[in-house]
């Protein structure tokens, strides 16, 4: 049997207050309506169509995988004219429809299956996906006559008996394909001049459709996201769930509260992470690292044993098992660090490769640098990979001191075993095994600082 799905996100959202359109706002990295996508993909349906206003390429942008139809609602006249803009791609096919709003990121694919069995092992033609909800809220109300669902009251028609109504509809449905003609008989609502795709619900009941209304989440998950509150608290619930998962398979949070670990993020077991760190995009830790407080980690692949000391930023790189890297260091797109590398107190690092073993403890910029292993780049190391047009690369074979405060001037080589003398620019290839050194030879002039304070006291005893 085939599963069709819709995903409405051609609202205003006026409600956030942004330039942004609503369902392109994010969580966790990641922006609302491709929550629900990829919720929605889990269940494999034969076709996903999201509706769209007419000029949201971003959102068609956003979500420019294969498979996704999208539908153009044409003016923003209701949930139910949504519908129909989609019931259009739907043409002449039958089988079971899925409904979401695109502005309810936190639902599972587990939850959305529990609704389509319910909805086949009842046979009913209108499905809603219910949840309860204590205080003051905007949900649609359901009303039921004895156990019946009778209707959806959206909170603006609620009166005062219906506002008191705990069971509130989350803007999930499945319905039959052949409930979908049900939709050219919703009225404009006289009060918002809107179709509720609400009122479909009524108009099934008395038409005689089976209909049911099942509460199978809860308000974390089928919360929808109409205000800036809402999304934080979203990234909230969605912080503990993923937090969660990490408890269950082994990882230690020192502070759970202030993690943030994005919803494709692995990592391995005995992995202790410290408060304040933000793990980003498609990153992948290893077993048994340890990751101590304020640092972030985008897109990257830390290896097993890995020790992230404080205050460090790590951008689509790689750290191999073993090394250290931090405090206060900054590894930018396209590093590797090797097995038990070692990278230290202030180290900016760019686009290089540091081979295993190597140490670059203190203080250092090694930009376009290929660096071989068991290398040790002193205090205050410099890589010149710039001269105002072009990047040139610095290349430091195996085994290398490079002494502290050392400027290599690219393009440059230092061959395999070499020293650089300490306070060097190395402008020329260093050949392997030798000891570079550039500087000025020290001159001391003796006595020179004694002959100058006795001058400085004579004109002091002056006045
Ligand atoms: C809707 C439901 C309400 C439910 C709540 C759950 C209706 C009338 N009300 O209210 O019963 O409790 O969701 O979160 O359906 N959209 C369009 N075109 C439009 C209007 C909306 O595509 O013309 C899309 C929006 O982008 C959004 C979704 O439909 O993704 C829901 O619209 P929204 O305005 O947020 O409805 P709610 O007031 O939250
Ligand atoms: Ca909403």
């Keep these: 049997m085939s599963l069709f799905t819709v995903i409405l996100a051609a609202g205003l959202g006026t409600r956030m207050k942004s330039d942004t359109p609503k369902v392109l706002h994010t969580i966790n990295g990641k922006a609302i309506i491709r929550h629900v996508v990829d919720a929605v993909r889990a269940l494999k349906p034969n076709k996903i169509v999201v509706v769209v206003s007419p000029g949201s390429h971003s959102i068609q942008d956003a979500l420019n995988d294969d498979g996704i139809t999208f539908a153009i609602q044409r003016e923003p006249k209701g949930t139910a004219d949504a519908l129909r803009a989609a019931a259009q791609k739907l ?7 899925l409904v979401l709003s695109g502005d309810t990121p936190l639902v599972n694919s587990s939850t959305l299956q529990r609704l389509i069995t319910t909805h086949k092992r009842k046979k009913e033609a209108l ?4 949840f309860t909800v204590e205080g003051d809220h905007a949900y649609g109300r359901i009303v039921r006559n004895g156990q019946q669902v009778a209707a959806i009251i959206e909170a603006g028609d609620a009166d005062h008996q219906q506002q008191q109504i705990k069971e509130v509809n989350s803007g999930i449905y499945v319905m039959e394909s052949t409930a979908l003609k049900l939709l050219r008989k919703i009225p404009i609502n006289p009060l918002k001049g809107e179709y509720y795709l609400t009122d479909i619900v009524g108009i099934a009941v008395r038409k005689g459709f089976r ?3 099942h509460i199978l989440g809860d308000e974390t998950e089928l919360t929808g996201i109409n205000t800036r509150r809402d999304l934080c608290m979203a990234g909230l619930y969605l912080r503990d769930r993923i937090v969660s998962k990490w408890f269950e398979k082994g990882v230690s949070f020192v502070d759970a509260k202030t993690v943030f670990i994005d919803p494709d993020v692995e990592i391995g077991r005995d992995t202790i992470i410290y408060p304040n760190v933000i793990i ?27 020790t992230i000391k404080d205050s460090t930023v790590i951008e689509s790189s790689i750290i191999k098992d073993a090394a250290s890297v931090g405090p206060f260091a900054h590894l930018r797109p396209y590093s590797a660090i090797g097995v038990s590398a070692k990278i230290g107190n202030f180290v900016e690092i760019k686009k290089s490769v540091i081979g295993n073993g190597s140490k670059a403890s203190h203080l250092s910029y090694l930009g376009d640098a290929e660096i071989g292993g068991n290398v040790n780049i002193g205090a205050g190391t410099i890589t010149c990979n710039y001269d105002g047009v072009n990047k040139s690369k610095t290349v430091i074979e195996d085994g290398c001191f490079i002494g502290s405060d050392t400027q ?9 075993g070499a020293y650089v003398g300490a306070g060097s620019t190395i402008t020329k290839d260093v050949p392997p095994f030798a ?19 006795r001058k400085k006291n004579r004109n002091s005893s002056k006045g």
Excluded: H, M
């Design 91 to 97: 043409a002449g096919k039958t089988g079971t429809v």
């Design 127 to 130: 499905s809603i996906l219910s």
């Design 211 to 213: 209909v049911g209304s």
């Design 280 to 306: 980003e995009g498609k990153s992948a830790i290893g077993k048994g690292c340890v990751i101590y407080p304020n640092t972030r980690i985008i897109d990257s692949t830390v290896g097993n044993g890995v």
């Design 408 to 416: 290599l001037v690219a393009p440059v080589k230092v061959g395999k």
């Design 435 to 453: 000891l570079a050194v550039s500087r000025t030879p020290q001159r001391n002039f003796d006595g020179w600082a004694a002959g100058r304070a």
